[in-house]
């Protein structure tokens, strides 16, 4: 049964760790994730982009899916599906489908506007008993084609969207989807603590985790991130893989070409480094 991500959240800031959103891109991923969280008897987080949902032909799709797996996996971990970086538009899907949670990305909006359809939404998923996250201030790189320019968010902002009930709140703070450059000037720490005296303990999200140093994860939980998110390192993961098994010729001997083989590697992959990310994240037997 999908839970919203409100109280794994707020039990991650009481016991200053982050629960791991990992994005899922089908069916492997999600299993793989899953069974991964349930063997390590952790809540998590499966993010779906927009660009993904399409992918799966759709939130409804997505939505079944993953309930079903829940169901024949016998999954009892806390489980959150959300809506990663929503449009107006496309948090209103997600509400239809049967999503646990959401988020509404009106950080490239004027201020007023990004207060006006937070507002309306974070009424829309209370009602629906789902959690929703809101943005200021924009998350480096590039995300299924939506660019931020990665500007550190201001902290009188971010307590103004906070004020209006979110459940969770994005602050850009140097942080960047995709791999980061050599040139990172890593993340602001004083922005973060600025932004966290004003906002209390309601629960900061990290973008961008994969490649932020271990130590630099760990001084950001510290400061009140209970939520980080995972996705390209997955990818990576997933890519080194199978191209490792193909390399080496296994998908040519035998049936090495059954796509439950070819697929293997990558699957085994995902679910090492979604461990990794929970041992350092620390939300390890907190399910």
């Not at 079944?64 to 970086?85: K, Q, R």
């Not at 085994?268 to 990310?277: F, S």
Request: charged share 20%; hydrophobic share 40%; glycine share 12%.
């Amino acid at each position: 049964m999908l839970v919203s991500a409100t109280e794994m959240l707020q039990k991650a800031v009481e016991g200053h760790y982050a629960v791991g959103q990992f994005n899922i891109n089908n069916l492997e991923w999600t299993k793989a994730i899953l069974q991964t969280a349930q063997e390590n008897n952790s809540p998590v987080i499966l993010g779906v982009s927009e660009g993904a949902g399409k992918y799966m032909t759709g939130f409804t799709t997505v939505s079944a899916m993953v309930n079903a797996m829940i169901d024949s996996l016998g999954i009892t971990v806390p489980v959150a599906l959300h809506l990663d970086h929503g449009t107006y538009e496309g948090c209103y899907k997600c509400v239809k489908a049967g999503f646990s949670s959401i988020m509404f990305d009106g950080s490239h909006f004027p201020i007023e506007e990004n207060i006006e359809k937070t507002t309306e939404l974070v009424h829309v998923a209370h009602n629906m008993g789902m959690s929703i996250e809101a943005e200021v201030g924009s998350i480096g790189g590039e995300e299924d084609g939506v660019v931020g320019a990665g500007e550190i968010a201001d902290p009188n902002e971010c307590k103004m969207i906070a004020d209006l009930g979110v459940d969770f709140l994005a602050a850009g703070i140097g942080n960047i989807h995709g791999k980061y450059p050599e040139n990172w000037k890593g993340l602001d720490f004083e922005a973060l603590a600025a932004i966290k005296a004003l906002i209390g303990d309601l629960p900061l999200v990290l973008h961008g985790g994969t490649g932020i140093p271990a130590d630099m994860i760990k001084k950001a939980i510290s400061l009140g991130v209970a939520k980080i998110n995972v996705n390209t390192e997955c990818q990576l993961y997933f890519q080194e893989a199978t191209r490792k098994y193909i390399e080496e010729g296994k998908d040519l001997t035998g049936k090495g070409f059954d796509p439950r083989k070819l697929l293997q590697p990558g699957f085994e992959g995902i679910k090492a480094i979604v461990k990794e990310k929970m041992e350092l994240f620390g939300s390890i037997d907190k399910a």
